[in-house]
């Protein structure tokens, strides 16, 4: 049985390299401590929250330092999560990381991960906090985006600004730009540090205060993930609400490359039973190249986990690209269209949703007989762009993407293919892929044994 947060002491770790990031990590546990039990006193609850500091230095040998009476765990400790076993104890002068720089933040990061792992599942961990330039969110970020959403994970970073998604992944974690690199404390800092004490404080008393159980999201109703960009909205805005009134919980995902990696994470972890993947234009920048691809393991959570899919092809008739001035050479000269001043989209020719067909039909033909799978083809056009009068209409070009995935696709009574005489954004379009998703889902063992 789980236990409650009356009976509970919480941890919250503040993570830094304390062989040099010492001042900044003891002024930050003092924050977040600061903060907690500001906050705390402001909720009826029994539960003790404290801050713990976590050493992950990756230098050989490790330093006696204090921590202002903090609980803290050494570099051994998190070490021993990724060495040890339990009849051995590592000593603070083995030499157990690889000399390259590199190579050792490799490996305390993946046991920092599985010291954080354990901490969960012993429902102890409330939150985590870090900080760090480089190498120090490099090895952080690492092991907090494993934690599962809702966990209130953090660093402040000098690296918190331009593509963060290398840190940050499919995961909720939340950076915070340093300002001012993390080399002492001064009255920037400060205000820096102290900001992100009352940050994670904030959210991780507000979890406690709100949840009985705060190791886990258990959702009432089944929750369904659908894919959407701004040329499937209509369509997908109509099969939100017939799924809702059914008594699904929906889950829309933006497919700019991370939404979908971000929805199958979701399925993998068994949060999402159930995928209206009405938008796989990922597919299209993944094998052409634009800059919101997917990448080759796009469908294989929902694959691997059997759960009920419904697969459209919302988007597959563009490329998309930066700037109309970021657009490569070699793509110059192709049919391209402005979206707004940061992105432009080009028009997928017949070869390239040859392409296309093959990625999804190998990935779909796959499927083991516990799937239940049914593609829905609009023949009238696969986006709000690709309609009569508007730039990308190109019968022929669809066309051939739908000749081609129902030639590809092997069709059994599990995995269904559908041509519809609809354009994408038809409502009875809408009303066919929910049909469709309500049919498989009431023949899916596995799906019906989830929800009971």
Do not use: W
């Amino acid at each position: 049985m789980a236990s409650t947060v009356a009976d509970k002491v919480f941890q919250v770790f503040c993570i830094a390299t304390a062989d040099t990031k010492l001042e900044e990590l003891l002024f930050l546990s003092d924050s977040v401590q600061y903060y907690l039990d500001k906050f705390h006193n402001n909720i009826n609850t029994s539960t003790k929250v404290q801050v713990t500091i976590v050493d992950v230095s990756a230098n050989k040998k490790g330093k006696e330092e204090s921590y202002n009476n903090f609980p803290f765990v050494t570099r051994e400790e998190i070490l021993y999560s990724y060495y040890g076993t339990e009849n051995q104890q590592l000593e603070p002068s083995e030499n157990i990381l690889p000399n390259d720089r590199g190579e050792a933040i490799a490996v305390m990061s993946k046991a920092l991960e599985l010291f954080l792992k354990k901490n969960f599942d012993n429902q102890n961990l409330a939150g985590a906090i870090g900080l760090g330039g480089s190498g120090g969110t490099s090895l952080i970020s690492h092991a907090l985006k494993s934690l599962p959403l809702g966990i209130p994970k953090f660093i402040v970073s000098t690296l918190a600004s331009g593509n963060t998604s290398h840190y940050i992944g499919t995961s909720d974690l939340i950076l915070i730009p340093s300002v001012v690199d993390i080399c002492g404390i001064n009255s920037i800092s400060k205000v820096v540090y102290s900001n992100a004490g009352a940050a994670v404080a904030g959210m991780v008393v507000g979890r406690i205060s709100r949840f009985k159980d705060v190791t886990s999201i258990v959702a009432k109703k089944p929750t369904i993930g659908i894919t959407m960009n701004g040329v499937t909205t209509i369509c997908v805005n109509s099969v939100k609400e017939k799924l809702e009134k059914q008594g699904f919980e929906t889950l829309i995902f933006h497919a700019t490359g991370l939404g979908g990696r971000a929805m199958e994470d979701l399925v993998a972890s068994g949060i999402i039973q159930g995928v209206l993947d009405i938008t796989t234009t990922e597919v299209a920048d993944y094998l052409v190249g634009g800059i919101m691809p997917c990448d080759s393991s796009r469908f294989d959570s929902i694959i691997e986990k059997n759960v009920p899919l419904v697969l459209s092809l919302g988007g597959l008739d563009f490329v998309v690209f930066g700037p109309m001035h970021t657009v490569p050479l070699e793509f110059r000269q192709r049919k391209l269209f402005k979206h707004n001043e940061q992105i432009s989209v080009m028009r997928t020719t017949v070869d390239e949703n040859k392409r296309i067909a093959i990625f999804i039909a190998n990935k779909l033909n796959k499927s083991s007989p516990l799937s239940k799978i049914c593609i829905c083809l609009p023949e009238r056009g696969i986006s709000g762009i690709d309609s009569p009068g508007k730039p990308f209409y190109d019968p022929i070009t669809t066309t051939t993407l739908i000749d081609e995935l129902q030639r590809l696709v092997i069709t059994n009574e599990n995995r269904m293919l559908r041509r519809l005489p609809y354009h994408i954004n038809d409502p009875e379009f809408a009303n066919e892929l929910v049909d469709s998703f309500l049919k498989i889902t009431s023949e899916s063992e596995i799906f019906n044994r989830q929800q009971k």
